[in-house]
């Protein structure tokens, strides 16, 4: 079946960094854009970063723009999301997800920025 497992999340200091991986599989990975969302406690879930099935052309949210870098490894059927300069306002859980005619959600991995 469809599975997105997510991985890397930790408790980090303000400035530090964190990369975190997704490991895709029931589905053939080089196809699918896939996307980065993060849901801090008692806020919807949000946007953060975007990828082409070839890995083209990326997109990010303003509030992550500049400090984060999507990429993906289509031979690993993994995504990757670097987070440098981090604050504590990036603290939530960090889910990937695709799009194919429906949406797939991993579980989330947690990322704690203290300050």
């Known amino acids: 079946q469809v599975q997105l497992v997510e991985s890397g999340g930790g408790l980090v200091q303000s400035g530090g960094s964190l990369r975190l991986s997704c490991a895709a599989s029931?589905?053939?990975?080089?196809?699918?854009?896939m996307r980065w969302y993060r849901q801090a406690p008692g806020k919807e879930r949000e946007f953060v970063a975007s990828?082409?099935?070839?890995?083209?052309?990326?997109m990010y949210a303003d509030s992550v723009k500049g400090r984060f870098t999507i990429s993906r490894d289509n031979a690993k059927n993994t995504l990757y999301l670097q987070m440098n300069s981090l604050k504590p306002e990036d603290t939530a859980v960090y889910y990937c997800?695709?799009?194919?005619?429906?949406?797939?959600w991993g579980q989330g991995t947690q990322v704690t920025v203290s300050s």
């Open positions: 997800n695709v799009h194919m005619g429906f949406a797939v």
């Open positions: 029931g589905f053939t990975f080089s196809n699918y854009a």
């Open positions: 990828i082409p099935s070839t890995g083209g052309s990326t």
